[in-house]
Structure formats: structure tokens, C-alpha cells
């Protein structure tokens, strides 16, 4: 899809993991409330402190939700993709925004506004399961990556981010595999909750000990099993 490409809002919230078990009714309301943005590089979708109005859906692009310490230095919390949305608890709370959204590619969003998803809780139950649902999914992923970035050392994050972002070989024979690393080095540190010198440390540290292959932002995983078992 390119930035003249004209947007099927009611498909694209069809594939949507959040509204994956919606009927089609449901999808046709929030299509007809929703409007597609689409933001540049480098540029910030809303600041932390303002006011949400309804949450958002990547189309295509990279958001990086973060904020900024009083020292200057910034903590990324989430990168969202393609067919991923943001926003949606704090749309519940009726808060100001807790973190900062920046785009980190070109990005096209759809917006779905607080109005529409709040008449369709009130009309039916069955759709405000599925909110839930998705909700609760997304806040047990965050407490498990808490857990894994506050109980695991610098190495053992890393391992865990590059084996989560690499798909399976489909033989046990094959034991080799290729991930491209979605954004900058220094995003995916803060991300993992590690230092920029921290991070290429332990990239350094695995390509020496013959685990990995590193090129740029392209990776090769030399044997999964022995970077599962590998202990700094």
C-alpha cells in the first residue's frame, strides 16, 4: 500500500486481532466513524499530557509510544506496527496520554473514535467481551515483559527479543534463521531497558561467540538452540 492508495477502513479493522470475532455489523459502525492519518517520519502523532479522543490502528508504518525522563534521556515502552492498535485503555480511563506517540517510518493510521466504540458497548455485551479480551492480552504481554526486562540480564533480553522476532524453522533440522530488526538499534535498547553501549556489548559479545551474524540491521541466527542455552 503507498500514500495514494485510498484506505478499505472496514477491511482493515475486520483483520484487526481486537476485532477479529466482532460481527460484521459492528465493523460497519466503526468504519463509518473512522478516519484514516497519516504522518511522516519523525513526526509526533500527540504528546504526552494531551487528551485521546479514541485510539489508533497501524496500517502501515512504525509508532513509538515513550516518554522522557527529567534528566532528557527517553524510555521507549512500545513499538507498534502494521495490524496493531494503541490507545484503547487509556481512551477507557478518560486520562491524558501517559507517553508520547512519534512516527518512526512513514506511517498510515486509522483513528477510531471513543464515540463510536462506546455505542456499541452500551448496545451489546458480546462486543464489550471482546474489548476486554483484547485489552487483557495486551496488559499481560506488557506484565510479561516487565518481568522478563527487570529479572533478565542485558544478554538474556536481547536473546529473548531476537528469538521472539524470528520465525521458527519449520524442520528441527534447521536450526539457522534470518530476522531484520524492525527499527534502530538504539529504540530497540531503550525498549529492552538497556543502554545504547549496553546493547552493542551484547550484540558484539554474541556474534563472537559465533551465535550470530550481524549486518546492519539484518541478523542471522547461527543455531537457536545454542542461543537459547547461551549464558553470558
Known sequence: MTEHDVV???????????????????????????????????ETLFHRGDLPRGFYAVVYGQIKLAFSSPQGTEKVVEVIGARQTFGEAVMFMQRPYPVFAEA???????HIPSKAVIELLEADSTFALHMLAGLSMRVHQLIQDVESYSLRSGAQRLIGYLIRNCQEPETGADRTMDLELPTSKQVIASLLNLTPETFSRVLHDLSSSGLITVHGRHITINDIEQLRRYEP
Do not use: N, Y
Not at 9 to 35: G, V
Open 8 to 42: 478499505d477502513i472496514a477491511a482493515l479493522l475486520a483483520r484487526l486481532p481486537l476485532f477479529s470475532a466482532i460481527t460484521s455489523a459492528h465493523i460497519e459502525h466503526l468504519a463509518a466513524a473512522s478516519r484514516e492519518k497519516r504522518i511522516r517520519k519523525g
Open 104 to 110: 518512526l517510518a512513514d506511517t498510515l493510521l486509522v
